[in-house]
């Protein structure tokens, strides 16, 4: 490599309220992913408007909206930063929320986006959906968009936390490098495939990741 601009990165925003938790104590649970993936991963201020990274419009809490963090991974591939980002937001499910956060509470929001995103959410073979369900142990319904309709709909629920992780993955933007082509190679998409499984296998591994704090990935290893 060596020239800038030479590696693809991936952007996404995530409420400040929660940006310690991925970080960890003294940057751990965020060096962590860094040295794991080979995966750089920068955290600015995210300047407040309505539009994530990826294009989706945020909900608007009280017309506020919440102070956002921008996490921008640059890793060797695009798999390695979406796998770095789902890891890194996995640790937003270690502890028990507080009452600020929404604590155990299940609620439910419908992210809406343009129909010709949908293959793009889902993945090939549901590969990067799955990967999103089990980084944020939120239930992802995607809803087809109705023919003739422009739109498309995703249905998350769960606990604040859980929705929030969901929320963050799926509206995270890819940016490829200049004068790259938009070609899935079919190595590429193996690898893709090999994410969720991974994701369940490195969450336990994880440092202060507990076995009761995922239980969809303890569920998916069969245990």
């Known amino acids: 490599g060596g020239m800038v601009g030479g590696s693809p990165s991936l952007e996404m925003a995530l409420p400040k309220q929660f940006l ?58 695009p798999q390695a930063n979406l796998f770095a980002a789902g890891q890194l937001i996995s640790y937003l499910q270690v502890g ?12 439910q929001e419908t992210m809406s986006f343009p129909a010709d ?59 490829k490098p200049a004068g790259q082509a938009d070609v899935v190679s079919d190595g590429m998409v193996g690898e893709v495939g090999l994410l969720a499984a991974d994701m369940g296998a490195q969450m336990q591994g994880h440092p202060g990741m507990s076995q009761h704090a995922d239980p969809v990935a303890a569920a998916a290893i069969g245990q």
């Open 20 to 77: 310690g938790h991925v970080i960890g104590k003294q940057g751990k649970y965020i060096n962590y992913v860094r040295q794991g993936n080979g995966t750089d991963i920068k955290v600015t201020d995210f300047e407040p408007n309505t539009v994530t990274p990826g294009g989706f419009s945020l909900p608007a809490s009280d017309g506020q909206h919440e102070p956002m963090a921008l996490l921008t991974f640059t890793g060797p591939t």
């Open 117 to 175: 995103q949908v293959g793009h959410i889902i993945g090939k073979q549901g590969s990067k959906i799955n990967m999103i369900r089990q980084a944020s142990a939120c239930k992802i319904t995607v809803h087809q968009p109705d023919v003739g309709k422009n739109t498309a709909e995703v249905t998350l629920e769960g606990t604040h936390r859980q929705v929030v992780a969901a929320r963050t993955l799926i509206s995270a933007r890819e940016i």
């Open 96 to 107: 028990t929320p507080s009452i600020e956060e929404g604590g155990e509470a299940l609620q």
